[in-house]
Each structure stands twice: as C-alpha cells, then as structure tokens.
C-alpha cells in the first residue's frame, strides 16, 4: 500500500512551494511521488477549444486523454474522494503520495508554519503531525523543525519514515 | 463491461464535432457518455502556474486534483494504452465509451466522411466498420450511412446496438 504524506497549513503560508521542493529532491533520490491537491470548490484545467476540452464540454462524465508518454482524464464525480480511495482507484506505480491539503484525513502530516503569517500552529499532535516546516516559537514535544529552505534534511526524515526498504 | 465506440476519420473531417453532437443527445436521453481521445505525440493540459501545474512540473509521476464535484490527474505512462487498459483502469459510472482515434483497434466504428475531404473511405468492413457518418460515394454493402447534420438518428442506432437494455 503506497504511504500517503499530507503538507497541511494555513492559506498563502508556502505549501505548494515545499512541496514542490520535497518532490524535486525525493525524484532526484530516485523515488517515484504522485501528489494529490484537494480543491474545496470547483477547479478549471484544460484549455478551452481543444478537442478533449470540446468532449468534456459537450457532457461526457469523464474524459480522458492518451498519449503514448502522458495521460489524464477529468471526471464528473458525486462526492469527495477520501485519499484512500484516489489511491486506491487511480494511483500505481508511485513509492509515495505526498498531499497538498486533507487537514482533516488521519494520515501522517507535516506542517508548514511561518510565524509571519500567524501566531498558532493548524495541527497538534493527535492530527497525525509528524514534523514543522518553518518557525514555530512553540511545537508540540517531540515533533522536529525543519528549515523551509532546507528540504533536503526534511527529505531525509521522510525517506527514513516512508521509504526505508 | 462498458462497450466502446470509436469515431474514426481523415484530419480535419469533423470527428470532434460529430462526437460532440453524439454525447449531446446520449447524454439528453439520460446516459452516461465516457469519452476518450488520443493524441499520438505529447498534450499540454492544465494551466502553467496553478499549484497542480506546479505538483505535476516539480518532478511527481501523477498528480490528482480532486474536488467534491470534479477530478483530474495527469500522469506520466511508459506506453500507449489500449482502450480495454484505459477502461479497465479508469473508467467506471459509464453506459458507453466514445472514442475520437483508435483506428487500428479493433473496437466497432463511425467513420466520419466527406468527399470533399478525400476520395476514399479509411476503413472497410473488416475494420468492424458500423456505420458512415456523412456522404460517401461508395460504401461498403450493410453499412449504413447517417447524414451528419442527423445526429439523432445516428443516436437512435447507437443506443439500439450499444445501449438496449
């Protein structure tokens, strides 16, 4: 079963940014990472007037697109999926999943706090929180900090948590 | 198991906007259309600078946006998959596949088809060719032939040899 990894935080604290430095560094180890953002309202992807944009369009619950090196698809859906069933239903071939959202799931979290954006951490530890990037001036006991612009360090805690052989 | 349907055709002979007019009236009739597309070299989806643009970008294999009423992923793949993989992996919630592509499969087929666009048909009878969708010349014997401002009609038979319960 691939670990699932959540990056939760306050709005405009830097989570797609870490995240974004957490998934270069781990591909660059040589691992493979699916990422999953939740979006609590309604989202726009593929770009008008093109063909799988017209199919979508015109009333398909599900499109998808296939290529040789590339796939997607967009569907209709009548719930919010819990990240147990997106991986279950549509993520393979991945060592890790890390998330962008999903406060409230029960998986592993870490999060991202700069003490410029506000004065109290999202999570305590019976949310799952496993480590904090940024500032904190208080954190909850054995719970490490890590330095937003050192990802590798973080890499290496979550490699030695998710992804020892 | 969903029944798939191709839409095959020259470039530019209209496939899309066939599709379109086909999962517009399927979908008025009360199914469920699924569509797919294929794109023989690479596809840009997405739009540069959302956070899942930026997930997808920053090295991940897969990345899921997933919303209550929506969902998408976009994913890397070592091959072109079959319609029967696509089906089998991601598509569920269908009465019916439409798919714009997939010629050399061997799924049955609507050829799309305007002789001021070409000479000749691109498929035979043993293609599983069901039916032409526009003004052939010459056609093969048993296949009908729809006008493709008609698309009820087309529809009618569609759901008499795909969707009768």
Known sequence: MIPILSIVGRSNVGKTTLLEKLVRELTGRG?????????AH?????????DSWRHKASGAVMTVISSPGKLALVSD????HTLSELRD????HADLIITEGYKKEAH?????????RSTELLCVTDDNLLAIAGDPEDRPENVPVFDLDD??????????????K
């Open 42 to 50: 309604s989202f726009e992807i593929d770009h008008e007037g093109k």
């Open 89 to 92: 239903r549509f993520i393979d």
């Open 151 to 164: 990802p590798a360090s973080l890499c290496d805690f979550i490699e030695e948590r998710f992804l020892s």
């Open 31 to 39: 691992y493979r990472i699916a990422t999953v953002k939740h979006d």
């Open 77 to 80: 859906t009548d719930h919010d």
């Open 108 to 116: 592993p979290k870490i999060e991202v706090f700069r003490k410029e």
